[in-house]
């Protein structure tokens, strides 16, 4: 799951963010921080005056602490990885799997940019940048992050497509609890770009994501159900329970369209040729009782028998 979530969701969707785009942002962070630190220090030095030299002191490195290394991670971990430079470049920290950083992550990059940044002027970050494949520091290395790319061109619109019209309401009764953030995001970029993937990677990818989706679930993937198709009605059920939860007072309706999605028509065979229930029947209602015209031939629930009268009578079904 963490090496999907790594490899592909970041191929997919998440642009890592370079050395130009990322040091302008420390820069204009550094300014901020200094000019904070200028003005605290001034006003320091004239409220302790009447201290001693060994006062003065301790409280000048309690403001450098404070104001150079714990206010920008109280920033970052208030603001879910967007400094002041990070968002006038367009960046943000996430974390490996593209959730939202916290509180551990935010310190160990602080504490470990102190080294790398402050006291080096940025060479170790900057040799560190080219090194890595994704341009990342030492403290992203160690605190498990990654600056990407928020504002990138988008080509086409990322709607996730809705599932088949039989599968609606099929999947009501999962538990979905213990689904976790990142596989609910990899699900999601899958089937935004799934028709922009090879044939045979995108149905790879897709079992996968069904396997760990049914793991998490406990229950196993319908049988003759495509593995998009099967994704797609669980995240729609998804948004249906997040819509009944936002409007709980609403009436209790059957599984609509997904809150606040448009519901485009789907392509011909999105999700693969539908191999479980007819598309003329929704799932798990049975056929009305009529009389089909005289076949020659069995149909696939019924037993050839060779003691059948001819006499053109067909049982009701």
């Known amino acids: 799951m963490s090496e999907l979530v790594t490899g592909e969701a970041v191929a997919l969707e998440l ?6 785009s990322r040091a302008l942002a420390v820069l204009l ?26 006062a003065q002191v301790a409280v000048s ?3 450098f602490i404070l104001v150079l290394v714990g206010a920008p991670i109280a920033v970052e971990t208030l603001s879910h990885g967007r400094s002041l430079g990070k968002l006038a470049c367009g960046l943000r920290v996430v974390r490996d799997d593209g959730g939202p950083i916290r509180f551990r992550h935010a310190l160990v990059r602080g ?12 060479v170790v970050a900057c040799i560190a940048s080219l090194v890595s494949a994704r341009g990342r520091r030492l403290g992203d290395v160690f605190a498990g992050t990654l600056v990407v ?3 990138v061109p988008q080509a086409r619109s990322g709607l996730v497509p809705p599932p088949p019209p039989w599968l609606a309401g099929r999947f009501s009764g999962l538990d979905l609890s213990a689904v976790p953030d990142g596989l609910w995001l990899a699900i999601r970029q899958y089937l935004t770009r799934m028709q922009q993937l090879d044939p045979q990677v995108g149905l790879a990818m897709a079992e996968r994501l069904a396997a760990d989706l049914a793991a998490r679930t406990g229950t196993q993937v319908p049988p003759g159900v495509p593995p998009a198709a099967y994704l797609a009605a669980v995240v729609q059920e998804r948004q249906v ?3 009944r939860r936002a409007y709980a007072g609403g009436p209790a309706a059957a599984p609509a369209p997904t809150g606040g999605w448009p519901q485009p028509a789907p392509e011909p065979g999105a999700y693969g040729p539908p191999t479980g229930p007819p598309t003329a029947q929704p799932a798990f209602e049975v056929p009305p009782a009529t009389s089909p015209a005289p076949s020659t031939s069995p149909t696939p629930y019924e037993k050839p028998s060779a003691e059948r009268p001819g006499t053109g009578f067909v049982p009701p079904a």
């Open 241 to 243: 329970r997040e819509t």
């Open 111 to 122: 504490a470990i940019g102190v080294i790398e940044i402050l006291l080096t002027f940025g």
């Open 149 to 151: 790319r928020e504002r």
């Open 29 to 54: 962070d550094l300014v901020v921080a200094v000019a904070a630190y200028i003005a605290v220090s001034l006003g320091l030095l004239a409220a302790t005056a009447s201290l001693d030299e060994a």
């Open 61 to 63: 490195i309690a403001s």
């Open 15 to 20: 642009r890592p963010a370079r050395l130009p």
